[in-house]
Nanobody, 126 residues
Framework: VQLQASGGGLVQAGGSLRLSCAAS????????LAWFRQAPGKEREFVAA????????YYLDSVKGRFTISRDNAKNTLYLQMNSLKFEDTAVYYC????????????????????WGQGTLVTVSS
């Protein structure tokens, strides 16, 4: 049972990146999924979440209109398209699933998520 995030890198302010999170070992299509991030010296924060069907999405206010979360249940993969990146988006990004909460559950609190990817570093240069 694992999540594996990828796609991070160094990008100039105003640029774009797409993160991916490949899942294995559980019924991917039954769970909401989320992205969190942790900047140096700061607490981990919620970025975006998507319900099991992809029909509902939720975002941190500061990324609304710039980031898009999506999923491909046939490929067991979660995505985060990040456009118009800002210096303050620099962080390690993690994908997460609330397996212990059961199917269809979603939340903004990281304490509700018990399966985490290893993180992928996004660095935005100003």
């Amino acid at each position: 049972v694992q999540l594996q995030a990828s796609g991070g890198g160094l990008v100039q302010a105003g640029g774009s990146l797409r993160l991916s999170c490949a899942a294995s070992g559980f019924t991917f299509s039954g769970y909401a999924l989320a992205w969190f991030r942790q900047a140096p010296g700061k607490e981990r924060e919620f970025v975006a979440a998507i319900k099991w069907s992809g029909s509902n999405t939720y975002y941190l206010d500061s990324v609304k209109g710039r980031f898009t979360i999506s999923r491909d249940n046939a490929k067991n993969t979660l995505y985060l398209q990040m456009n118009s990146l800002k210096f303050e988006d620099t962080a390690v990004y993690y994908c997460a699933a609330p397996l212990g909460r059961g199917y269809y559950y979603w939340a903004r609190a990281d304490s509700d998520y018990d399966l985490w990817g290893q993180g992928t570093l996004v660095t935005v240069s100003s």
